[in-house]
């Protein structure tokens, strides 16, 4: 028998191990309970700095939250990471597909945690909107991003067309961290359109900042909606767990609202629209017209409830252009997922000479 006979069993082992895997089920279900953790010691500390009148002090019981979500996050990914090396794989499969960058935002944090503490030693604590601006929560945010959005990147390399559950929950929590850095430019919990708005937003300004909030917040929404779709068919109730989870944690951060009920109404509405549409890349004008629609959906409700239960200063030219102009946001995002196409540069579809002005 040859060398390269006897070489050959070794060189399919070790193809084997460098060829990344996917994530099980017991490993996607442990991602996503860790990631709701960490969302929920987000938004916990998000509520202390906007409540606790003296937070003078980086120990507080919300940082614990927190800090021990992520430090239980990287303790399963460090041990999963430690498994996967000592089977033989090398370190980029040694996690799962997708779960790499999960375990670098780990790593960031851990980074932007020390930083954080010196920068509340030389500066002092954050309070409102401050603290959402501050680098070292900036850094945070951004390496929980990394961390919570690993299911989405693990349901994206598979080559599977159907999202899980897992996946729309990674997605979720994602949506929430963007909601979590614009808190103080939402309008669920501005709702600038509202009679008693401060007297100071009593004109245009207040006007345009509470457009403006809405087509952040449509942009954030829709955006993360049509990349799913781009991608993958839901689950069933999708968008009603999506629009409804985010809208109760941002809610809260405040105080609460019955304007949660507003995200439910549109996460319904919206997985209707899905039903009814068939939103899909293969499906230009259905995506657009439900791009459209879903934060119609959503501004609409927003709008009327706000005009039944307090009134609305805005004039009825604003308040329902608003609703318009999220609409026209979700449709110039889906020109981003699916592009008009291109004609084909060939003979074939080149218009003759004889028809162009010079021709």
């Known amino acids: 028998m040859s060398s390269t006979a006897l070489a050959h069993p070794r060189s399919a082992s070790a193809s084997i191990l460098e060829t990344p895997v996917l994530a099980g089920r ?158 103080d430019l939402h309008p669920f919990t501005s709702q600038w359109a509202a009679n008693g708005a401060p007297a100071y937003l009593l004109n245009d300004q207040g006007e345009q900042l509470g457009v403006t909030e809405v087509i952040l917040q449509t942009a954030f929404l829709v955006g993360i909606v049509l990349f799913l779709l781009s991608r993958f068919t839901l689950p069933p109730f999708a968008l009603t767990i999506l629009v409804t989870l985010t809208t109760l944690g941002i809610v809260i951060i405040w105080h609460p609202d019955p304007v949660v009920a507003v995200g439910v109404i549109g996460g319904l509405l919206g997985d209707a629209l899905r039903l009814l549409l068939r939103p899909d890349p293969s499906r230009p004008l259905a995506l657009r017209a439900f791009a459209f629609l879903l934060p119609v959906g959503i501004y609409g409700p927003y709008f009327l409830g706000i005009l039944r239960a307090d009134g609305i200063w805005w004039p009825v030219h604003a308040w329902t252009g608003a609703v318009v102009v999220a609409g026209i946001t979700g449709v110039l995002l889906s020109y981003l997922v699916v592009p008009p196409s291109r004609p084909a540069d060939s003979a074939a579809t080149a218009i003759p000479r004889s028809l162009t002005r010079d021709g």
């Open 26 to 183: 017991g490993f996607a279900a442990g991602m996503v309970l860790f990631s709701t953790w960490i969302v929920i010691g987000s938004y916990l500390d998000a509520w202390a700095h906007r409540h606790v009148a003296r937070l003078e002090t980086f120990f507080t019981p919300w940082h614990a939250v927190l800090y021990s979500s992520v430090l239980a996050t990287g303790l399963f990914l460090y041990v999963c990471l430690m498994r996967g090396r000592a089977a033989g794989r090398p370190w980029r499969t040694a996690l799962p597909l997708g779960y790499g960058l999960s375990f670098v935002g780990f790593v960031l944090f851990g980074l932007g945690g020390g930083l954080d503490l010196g920068w509340h030693t030389v500066f002092g604590i954050e309070r409102r909107y401050a603290a959402t601006l501050s680098p070292t929560h900036l850094l945070l945010m951004g390496s929980a991003a990394l961390i919570v959005s690993g299911g989405l990147r693990a349901a994206w390399s598979s080559p599977s067309r159907r999202l899980g559950y897992a996946g729309l929950l990674s997605g979720t929590a994602l949506l929430a961290i963007l909601m979590f850095f614009s808190q």
